[in-house]
């Protein structure tokens, strides 16, 4: 038995509206909270494992997709780590932060795109930018401290 496609859209849009009110009343989304911890346990934990596993995968094209993926899949959690270096601001020089932050996870981003294309010149180049924007931070942030190399 077929259900009337007046009766579908009506409920969806009553399912749609009660949504937005839901959202309405409780504010919109949640906003993002670092948790409370120093940035340099913020850095070790969040960046240095998958950069190490990404370091060691850059040194030669993957030969098979599950190596693929996790070049893929390290390159995606740095870029998003860029994302949540926006939510821990310093107190001075913040725009600069943003920009290196910003510009760290771009090129995440097309490391990203390259290992699904499986082009590891692309890649590679991507993965070097992304560490030159890294050390661009540590070097003003951090006195040149924790330099990455590719």
Known sequence: RRIPAALVILVGGLVLSSAATLRAANGDAPSPVPTPVSMHDFMEGVFQAPYRRLKAAMAEAPK???????????????????????????????????????????AGVEVVKAAKAKDFPAARMAYETMLNHCNACHRKFEEGKHILEP
């Open 64 to 106: 098979e997709s599950p190596a693929w993926k996790a070049l893929r899949s390290d390159a995606l959690i740095l870029a998003e780590g860029g994302n949540l270096l926006l939510l821990r601001l310093p107190e001075s020089d913040a725009d600069e932060w943003a920009k290196f932050s910003i510009d760290s996870r771009d």
